[in-house]
């Protein structure tokens, strides 16, 4: 799994690439976190190049989306792939996040 | 066709007596497979094998070309047992721990999530199978249904590859039943996970299965999709599936053989 955080006016892009498991989802985690505990005001994370998620990266944004409504933060996710939106719909977290189809989208919400 | 279990010349004994004799079968990847056949017909040894908690007499089992019957290195195994989850047949939840312990046990035995991460896991999984709420109750405050759904919990917590379910319906009211057999459909369309049941369960086998494998006397005698097995001409299936009790007749030689132990 690779991570690339990318600080923009006004928001933070992470984008990750690769598969998000039990064993990698630490590091998104702690990337996450970190950025929780700058109060960053909106975070978008970009899963266009994911190949694979499990329970472990879908809890660990949940976490995070928790602790950044906490101050009122903003997480974001764009370019959910079919796969990850379908789990997404039965676990109703598709109702939890917001999702757009973009980085632009997301960010001029 | 990609086959997830590749089972070749499988034969095992339980002291003399064979229970299976040369198996041989393949189940296909992302679908669900039912393993079917009478009571003692070897289906719950063969599942024993696939799970890897018994090793074979001879032959072998690759699991997505990885042989978990292979001497020696038990590494392969290990690595395969982290990508399954089995439901048996009583649950086999442990009864001094709540669900939400019990969900989160293989979580926090095989990997290094922290807790926050594997509580949410956990409650995700009791969602998943109607029991939101239920974390703090502990097996025995629950109905034999909702025992089985707090198993398939558990054995979802690592988001396992390959499901497996020993008798599933066993010891349900038709209704809860019927509940569970969707659970397991809507689990397997959404995961698109292989699913493995051993069942002799008529509604179970026509509402779930893709595939069926049949054994009998511990050999296969049925491999094919659901449409096949209904409509095969083979008397051992048509007798299963018309619930057909077996003709036992015994020669007077025998007999004598079974009354007086020799």
């Given at each position: 799994?690779?991570?690339?955080?990318?600080?923009?006016?006004?928001?933070?892009?992470?984008?990750?690439?690769?598969?998000?498991?039990?064993?990698?989802?630490?590091?998104?985690?702690?990337?996450?976190?970190?950025?929780?505990?700058?109060?960053?005001?909106?975070?978008?994370?970009?899963?266009?190049?994911?190949k694979y998620i499990d329970s472990s990266g879908i809890a660990t944004f949940?976490?995070?989306?928790?602790?950044?409504?906490?101050?009122?933060?903003?997480?974001?996710?764009?370019?959910?792939?079919?796969?990850?939106?379908?789990?997404?719909?039965?676990?109703?977290?598709?109702?939890?996040?917001?999702?757009?189809?973009?980085?632009?989208?997301?960010?001029?919400? | 066709?990609?086959?997830?279990?590749?089972?070749?010349?499988?034969?095992?004994?339980?002291?003399?007596?064979?229970?299976?004799?040369?198996?041989?079968?393949?189940?296909?990847?992302?679908?669900?497979?039912?393993?079917?056949?009478?009571?003692?017909?070897?289906?719950?040894?063969?599942?024993?094998?696939?799970?890897?908690?018994?090793?074979?007499?001879?032959?072998?089992?690759?699991?997505?070309?990885?042989?978990?019957?292979?001497?020696?290195?038990?590494?392969?195994?290990?690595?395969?047992?982290?990508?399954?989850?089995?439901?048996?047949?009583?649950?086999?939840?442990?009864?001094?721990?709540?669900?939400?312990?019990?969900?989160?046990?293989?979580?926090?035995?095989?990997?290094?999530?922290?807790?926050?991460?594997?509580?949410?896991?956990?409650?995700?999984?009791?969602?998943?199978?109607?029991?939101?709420?239920?974390?703090?109750?502990?097996?025995?405050?629950?109905?034999?249904?909702?025992?089985?759904?707090?198993?398939?919990?558990?054995?979802?917590?690592?988001?396992?590859?390959?499901?497996?379910?020993?008798?599933?319906?066993?010891?349900?009211?038709?209704?809860?039943?019927?509940?569970?057999?969707?659970?397991?459909?809507?689990?397997?369309?959404?995961?698109?996970?292989?699913?493995?049941?051993?069942?002799?369960?008529?509604?179970?086998?026509?509402?779930?299965?893709?595939y069926v494998v049949m054994l009998d006397n511990g050999e296969v005698v049925?491999?094919?999709?659901?449409?096949?097995?209904?409509?095969?001409?083979?008397?051992i299936v048509k007798a299963f599936l018309e619930r057909r009790p077996e003709?036992?007749?015994?020669?007077?030689?025998?007999?004598?053989?079974?009354?007086?132990?020799?």
């Amino acid at each position: 799994m690779k991570i690339d955080t990318v600080a923009n006016s006004g928001y933070t892009v992470v984008s990750v690439a690769g598969e998000i498991d039990m064993y990698s989802s630490p590091a998104l985690r702690d990337t996450l976190l970190s950025l929780v505990k700058k109060k960053a005001a909106v975070v978008i994370v970009n899963l266009k190049d994911i190949k694979y998620i499990d329970s472990s990266g879908i809890a660990t944004f949940v976490e995070a989306l928790k602790k950044m409504m906490a101050y009122k933060g903003r997480l974001k996710i764009v370019n959910v792939p079919e796969r990850v939106m379908e789990i997404f719909k039965f676990s109703k977290l598709d109702q939890v996040f917001d999702i757009y189809g973009s980085i632009e989208d997301a960010a001029n919400s | 066709m990609e086959n997830a279990v590749e089972v070749s010349n499988l034969v095992t004994y339980y002291g003399d007596r064979q229970i299976l004799k040369g198996v041989s079968l393949s189940i296909p990847a992302g679908m669900t497979t039912v393993i079917v056949g009478r009571s003692g017909c070897g289906k719950t040894t063969l599942l024993k094998h696939l799970i890897g908690l018994i090793r074979p007499t001879s032959g072998t089992i690759l699991i997505h070309d990885t042989d978990i019957t292979a001497e020696g290195d038990q590494s392969q195994l290990e690595q395969y047992r982290k990508k399954m989850g089995v439901l048996f047949q009583g649950a086999a939840l442990l009864n001094s721990m709540t669900l939400a312990e019990n969900v989160a046990l293989p979580l926090k035995e095989h990997t290094k999530l922290k807790a926050p991460v594997i509580d949410i896991i956990v409650r995700m999984k009791l969602d998943l199978v109607g029991l939101s709420g239920f974390g703090d109750f502990y097996p025995a405050q629950l109905s034999g249904g909702m025992k089985k759904r707090a198993g398939i919990a558990r054995a979802m917590a690592m988001d396992p590859k390959i499901l497996y379910f020993d008798e599933p319906s066993a010891g349900l009211d038709p209704v809860t039943a019927a509940g569970l057999d969707e659970l397991i459909l809507r689990l397997h369309r959404v995961f698109k996970m292989t699913v493995i049941v051993v069942t002799h369960e008529l509604p179970s086998i026509f509402a779930i299965a893709d595939y069926v494998v049949m054994l009998d006397n511990g050999e296969v005698v049925f491999v094919g999709n659901l449409d096949d097995f209904k409509k095969s001409e083979k008397p051992i299936v048509k007798a299963f599936l018309e619930r057909r009790p077996e003709e036992v007749s015994y020669s007077p030689d025998n007999y004598f053989k079974i009354i007086t132990g020799t």
